[in-house]
Nanobody, 117 residues
């Protein structure tokens, strides 16, 4: 069973920055893609950013230019650098990975990001 351990959430003022991390257990180069989603209270979970094992990235329009996703394949870890944070970025952020061995998707437990105005 793959386990995802997320960290880096917290409380920050508008305009500030946070860096989220998500480490996946298991053999290296096993997970493709790796991505971040978020869910605000009363709203549906939405895609934030994703990255392939080759390093190709895509972003939700709402975070383009402010967030940067990256990964360390040797550590099975994906990062989300969040700059110029806005109150509307407040949400529970989830990491998800696709397992190329089992063709399954795995989700982390979520890490809370709160941006105060």
């Amino acid at each position: 069973q793959v386990q995802l351990v997320e960290s880096g959430g917290g409380l920050v003022q508008a305009g500030g920055s946070l860096r989220l991390s998500c480490a996946a257990s298991g053999s290296t180069f096993r997970f493709n893609p790796m991505a971040w989603y978020r869910q605000a209270p009363g709203k549906r979970r939405e895609f934030v950013a994703g990255i392939t094992i080759a390093g190709s990235t895509n972003y939700a329009e709402s975070v383009k230019g402010r967030f940067t996703i990256s990964r360390d394949n040797a550590k099975n870890t994906v990062y989300l650098q969040m700059n110029s944070l806005k109150p509307e970025d407040t949400a529970l952020y989830y990491c998800t990975v696709g397992d190329v061995w089992t063709h399954s998707d795995y989700w982390g437990q979520g890490t809370q990001v709160t941006v105060s105005s």
